[in-house]
T-cell receptor, first 114, second 111 residues
Framework: DGGITQSPKYLFRKEGQNVTLSCEQNLNHDAMYWYRQDPGQGLRLIYYSQIVNDFQKGDIAEGYSVSREKKESFPLTVTSAQKNPTAFYLCASSPDRGTYNEQFFGPGTRLTVL | GEDVEQSLFLSVREGDSSVINCTYT??????LYWYKQEPGAGLQLLTY?????DMKQDQRLTVLLNKKDKHLSLRIADTQTGDSAIYFC???????????FGSGTQLTVLP
């Protein structure tokens, strides 16, 4: 089955700890994205990558870091510098089809910082 | 920057039609999309429309686009309880390979 997987589904961490969220896709998509979702605020873009070994900051990159060493993997690290990290995190990927940008989403990871 | 706006809540009776509205500001939008999110899950693409179209129909879904007013709507005919979810509109433009999402509309279908 082709798709995007995120793990774990629920994650609990103590304040001040870094945590890494996993995102893997076997769709052979070039582009991958990380979004943060808070109630009533829609999706906000954290980072995106259009190709291996390259990534760009989104609208709310402060306190987050990413890597793109392999086409199929785009892990997100939430650092202790992120002031309010409790949220639902969504990973997505898309093939390169010009201006048509259908994004395929993973099931999400709910991070709670205690 | 680009902005996409939606109302936050909509309630309808089962069997009625639902209309979810969206406005956007980017006049260079090439495609506009409707995504559905069920509780605790990721988003799933429902339908999309190219900016040179004004209507698209797909089974129970009808998308209307008024490019002059930058207004997009999604009509769901014969709404069922399984349609209860959050619906997001989104737009893409240019070569930025990004989507701009609205805040989402929580649709509640009452029996």
């Amino acid at each position: 089955d082709g798709g995007i997987t995120q793990s774990p589904k629920y994650l609990f961490r103590k304040e001040g700890q870094n945590v890494t969220l996993s995102c893997e896709q076997n769709l052979n998509h070039d582009a991958m994205y990380w979004y943060r979702q808070d109630p009533g605020q829609g999706l906000r873009l954290i980072y995106y990558s259009q190709i291996v070994n390259d990534f760009q900051k989104g609208d709310i990159a402060e306190g987050y870091s990413v890597s793109r060493e392999k086409k199929e993997s785009f892990p997100l690290t939430v650092t202790s510098a992120q002031k309010n990290p409790t949220a639902f995190y969504l990973c997505a990927s898309s093939p390169d089809r010009g201006t048509y940008n259908e994004q395929f989403f993973g099931p999400g990871t709910r991070l709670t910082v205690l | 920057g680009e902005d996409v706006e939606q109302s936050l809540f909509l309630s309808v009776r089962e069997g009625d039609s639902s209309v979810i509205n969206c406005t956007y500001t980017d006049s260079s939008s090439t495609y506009l999309y409707w995504y559905k999110q069920e509780p605790g899950a990721g988003l799933q693409l429902l339908t999309y429309i190219f900016s040179n179209m004004d209507m698209k129909q797909d089974q129970r879904l009808t998308v209307l686009l008024n490019k002059k007013d930058k207004h997009l709507s999604l009509r769901i005919a014969d709404t069922q309880t399984g349609d209860s979810a959050i619906y997001f509109c989104a737009e893409s433009s240019g070569s930025a390979r990004q989507l701009t999402f609205g805040s989402g509309t929580q649709l509640t279908v009452l029996p």
